[in-house]
């Protein structure tokens, strides 16, 4: 009599995802407890992220891959105790503080939200950097406190911790190291991984176009957009994606404490324009996947009539940020003030976005190296949009650094491409992509 089937070893494996073939549930389950405990090396890892970014992963390995991973960690099941809980998610980029805008926006408008927040990653801000410039605020956050915090402001600001997804660091460390950081499945089973761990009922997906955003192809960006909404469907998690522009900063700040500075200006009904649209159509698309009945109207209400900002200002203070402070944020910028300057007249063709954020994180905003100190008050004003007139002389950003530096302000300037005749203006909120019809989404 035959037992159960052997487990195949990690040769057995590497060679047949090297031969094209798909991978079956042991077999990814085997490698992703392999890379969660260490008893596959990291030569093996790295074989297996480059078979798949060569072969690919299908539909079904994306999802077990995925699932592996989430499992790989805590769960914290949160719509099992609160049912209508939502969440969302951004693919980053440059000045995007709409996480932080729209979380209080939909709390008040009674839709609980839990969110853990990342740092900053590559040229991209990171939202839970710009929140710690509140003084006091925690965001360390396990189950019990995220659901107390749901319960008495309906919303729960974290930052993802080592218990969540751990295969993810490793695998993730790895892709990093082996060219294989934009294979479209990886990308889904990490985001993935994270995000459905505090098991919201419904997430609604932001995915950049454009130069700053982690696939700047619009193609890219839509089939991205694709396999994340279809792979939560098939875990059971009511998802939606939006393509929104990334071509230029969203708004008009970008540097963590002027991006905390512009949230409450957007929660109380003015901030960028850009930035508000962004946000009332994510709140939009998130409240019919929660299937709470809100519109337009009542969300615009809820920034200008102030009801968010103190939405927001309740949830800070539940999280420890001083009440004081809150009452009324000030921040300092860093000292050294330079204005950029358009040098001729034409239009705004290119804004170089992506190197924007670079030169933010060489400024100090972000981190070159993990456990770098950030500059809080480092920050970009960006004070033109594209495809504008521009004049000869006209501002085009304002730099606030931390001490002069010539060279460092001329590779800023050097972002900003004029042309003699306008070029196409980016459409700032594109289509919105919902699961293909075969989910299992409830
Ligand atoms: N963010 C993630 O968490 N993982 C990726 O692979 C890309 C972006």
């Given at each position: 009599m035959s037992g159960p089937a052997a487990v195949p070893s990690p040769y057995e494996i590497l060679v047949r995802k090297r031969a094209g073939r798909a991978l079956d549930r042991t077999e990814i389950r085997a490698l992703v407890a392999g890379a969660a405990s260490g008893s596959w090396?990291?030569?093996?890892?790295?074989?297996?992220?480059?078979?798949?970014?060569?072969?690919?992963?299908?539909?079904?390995?994306?999802?077990?891959?995925?699932?592996?991973?989430?499992?790989?960690?805590?769960?914290?099941?949160?719509?099992?105790?609160?049912?209508?809980?939502?969440?969302k998610h951004s693919t980053g980029g440059v000045g995007d503080k709409v996480s932080l805008v729209l979380a209080p926006l939909l709390a008040a408008c009674g839709l609980p939200i839990a969110m853990l927040t990342g740092r900053g990653l590559g040229h991209t801000g990171g939202t839970a950097d710009k929140?710690?410039?509140?003084?006091?605020?925690?965001?360390?956050?396990?189950?019990?406190?995220?659901?107390?915090?749901?319960?008495?402001?309906?919303?729960?600001?974290?930052?993802?911790t080592g218990g969540i997804a751990p295969a993810d660091r490793r695998l993730y460390a790895l892709r990093d190291v082996t060219g294989t950081v934009d294979s479209l499945p990886l990308i889904v089973a990490s985001i993935l991984s994270k995000k459905l761990a505090t098991g919201a009922a419904a997430v609604v997906f932001d995915v950049k176009t454009g130069d700053a955003a982690f696939l700047p192809?619009?193609?890219?960006?839509?089939?991205?957009?694709?396999?994340?909404?279809?792979?939560?469907?098939?875990?059971?998690?009511?998802?939606?994606?939006?393509?929104t522009d990334m071509s230029q900063p969203l708004g008009e700040w970008s540097g963590n404490a002027a991006e905390l500075l512009e949230t409450f200006a957007l929660l109380e009904g003015g901030g960028p324009?850009?930035?508000?649209?962004?946000?009332l159509v994510l709140a939009l698309d998130l409240a019919a996947l929660a299937g709470v009945p809100l519109d337009r109207a009542a969300l615009a209400r809820a920034l200008d009539s102030g009801r968010a900002r103190e939405s927001f200002v309740r949830a800070l203070a539940a999280q420890g940020g001083e009440r004081a402070w809150l009452a009324r944020p000030e921040l300092p910028l860093a000292p050294h003030e330079r204005v950029l300057l358009a040098p001729r007249s034409g239009w705004l063709g290119k804004v170089q976005t992506r190197q924007l954020g670079l030169l933010m994180v060489a400024a100090g905003a972000?981190?070159?190296?993990?456990?770098?100190?950030?500059?809080?008050?480092?920050?970009?004003?960006?004070?033109?949009?594209?495809?504008?007139?521009?004049e000869a002389g006209q501002e085009l950003a304002r730099l606030y650094l931390r001490r002069a530096d010539a060279d460092l302000e001329a590779r800023f300037a050097a972002c900003f491409e004029i042309g003699d005749a306008p070029g196409p203006v980016?459409?700032?909120?594109?289509?919105?992509l919902l699961p293909e019809a075969g989910g299992a989404a409830g």
């Open positions: 090396s990291d030569s093996q890892l790295g074989a297996f992220l480059m078979a798949a970014a060569i072969r690919g992963l299908d539909r079904r390995e994306t999802r077990e891959l995925t699932l592996a991973m989430l499992e790989s960690g805590e769960r914290w099941e949160l719509a099992r105790a609160l049912p209508g809980v939502v969440d929140l710690e410039s509140v003084p006091g605020l925690r965001l360390e956050l396990d189950r019990e406190r995220a659901l107390g915090l749901l319960r008495e402001v309906g919303m729960a600001l974290g930052i993802a192809g619009m193609e890219q960006a839509r089939e991205l957009a694709r396999l994340l909404v279809n792979t939560c469907a098939e875990l059971g998690v009511r998802a939606a994606a939006r393509l324009p850009e930035t508000r649209e962004v946000t972000g981190r070159q190296r993990p456990g770098d100190a950030i500059d809080p008050g480092v920050a970009l004003r960006y004070r033109v949009r594209l495809g504008e007139r521009l980016p459409v700032l909120v594109g289509e919105e």
